[in-house]
């Protein structure tokens, strides 16, 4: 028997105690401090139950279970509900100081019936008998015009008739107006961006004049959980603006977003995509961050009533009881993620709609698919990326954004985003295991200690 080659071993932060999480068998075990020292020199002090658990394997038996694993993946991810993206325009009404589509030069036209019909069609055709839904992208989708209401009322109706349900991806400035169209469909999120209080979130994401966009967006906000249509809070996050965060959560614990129950937040964190920033130095990477959000976590503690961070696999872990399934393809993108947009184009994803060298064919005026391109990213996967083949984390990373790393990696697709999945646990398990900032939950058994 050998130590398995996938699972996580490490110290939890800022504790005496160690964690062993294996992402193959879905264990995860607190480890006392003397079990956790021993296992560091390879000493087992109970090596029937690590075995029970796989943490202890034959190796031949462990690649028999990663092929299950994985031809369950591959089998479940080829039925998963299809998530399609459809932007009506790159055009919008904010300037903010970090668009990722800034470099974009994107074809000046209006969305057309024409095209909208033909979107309609090729879902229908490409996508039969699959679970779906459309999420409206841009750019920004709901700007404050006539054309673009016509037009955001044409798609509403054709996954109306459908019976698709919607998202909507927005800058929230022009919401308010919205909100008696979107109450006639099938809404299943409104994401909508706030960076902070009113003053950093107004000097980070502006209207085109200059004029601040916060309470407008607040109002939006308001308007939409009164109508019951569900509100995803995204901040985007740089070391501009993290201090925002606990100021963000209390406006929201005070306006009384967080007791409703279609609330829900998420934070992205700002990074170079396509072009370089002009201000890179407030940058983070993943785990500059993650550290910089645990210690606003240790100072103020009310930031998870407004939202709790993943830490990788931590939060999952601490909600459920147990690890998530093995993730052996972290990229959506051309498996269960398509975007299109209004000048009759196919993309990948949201990462590289727009992009004119990024597009993967066409659905209008004609159907021409690049089968070749499209094949290259259907194939990417832990399996297929050389440095993803002998890393202890790949299934709870599964190889990260093809995007980001076809980018980073000279246009090579099958390279790896790598992801540090166990500094992140490390702070994760202190987070939710270690501290006490939240009550545990009933349905959660908590982990063991192996011993």
């Known amino acids: 028997m050998e130590f398995s080659k996938y699972t996580i071993f490490s110290k939890i932060h800022d504790s005496s105690n160690y964690f062993l999480a294996n992402p193959l068998t879905g264990e995860a075990d607190i480890l006392e401090p003397e079990i956790g020292k021993n296992i560091e020199q390879g000493i087992y002090d109970n090596p029937e139950e690590l075995q029970e658990k796989g943490y202890l394997v034959d190796p031949e038996a462990e690649k028999k279970l990663y092929m299950r694993k994985y031809l369950d993946f591959i089998e479940d991810r080829d039925s998963d509900e299809i998530q399609i993206f459809f932007v009506p325009s790159y055009q919008c009404n904010f300037n903010c100081s970090y668009c990722y589509q800034s470099g974009y030069d994107p074809t ?172 890179q130095k407030r940058l983070y990477n993943r785990i500059d961050m993650y550290q910089d959000l645990y210690r606003l976590l240790e100072q103020h503690p009310h930031i998870l009533e407004f939202h709790r961070p993943a830490f990788s696999l931590s939060r999952f872990l601490w909600e459920n009881g147990d690890l998530p399934d093995s993730l052996l393809d972290s990229c959506p993108g051309t498996k269960t993620e398509w975007a299109f947009d209004y000048t009759g184009r196919i993309y990948s994803c949201t990462a590289t709609v727009g992009k004119e060298e990024e597009q993967l064919g066409s659905f209008y005026p004609q159907v021409r698919l690049k089968e070749d391109l499209i094949e290259q990213w259907q194939d990417r996967d832990v399996t297929t990326i050389d440095k993803c083949k002998n890393c202890t984390v790949q299934l709870a990373c599964g190889g990260g954004c093809a995007s980001v790393a076809k980018n980073n990696h000279g246009g090579r697709l099958n390279s790896p985003d790598c992801r540090p999945v166990k500094e992140l646990m490390e702070l994760g398990l202190s987070a939710y295991f270690e501290k006490e900032w939240l009550e545990t939950p009933q349905e959660n058994q908590g982990t063991s200690c192996c011993g």
């Open 108 to 279: 000046k036209q209006d969305l057309s019936p024409q095209v909208v019909e033909a979107f309609f069609s090729y879902i229908d055709s490409k996508f039969a008998g699959r679970e779906k839904y459309i999420t409206l992208f841009g750019g920004e989708p709901l700007l404050p015009n006539q054309i673009t209401r016509d037009n955001i009322s044409l798609l509403l109706k054709g996954a109306k008739q459908r019976n698709l349900s919607v998202a909507v991806v927005t800058n929230g400035h022009s919401l308010k107006s919205y909100i008696p169209q979107l109450k006639q469909a099938m809404i299943r999120e409104i994401q909508v961006t706030l960076d902070g209080v009113a003053e950093a979130h107004d000097k980070r994401r502006p209207l085109q004049g200059g004029q601040g966009s916060f309470d407008a967006i607040v109002e939006g906000i308001d308007e939409a959980l009164a109508a019951n249509l569900p509100v995803n809070l995204r901040m985007v996050v740089d070391k501009e603006n993290i201090h925002e965060i606990p100021k963000l959560a209390q406006f929201a614990i005070d306006r009384g977003w967080t007791k409703h129950p279609l609330f829900k937040t998420q934070l992205g964190r700002n990074y170079e995509l396509h072009y370089c920033q002009a201000n």
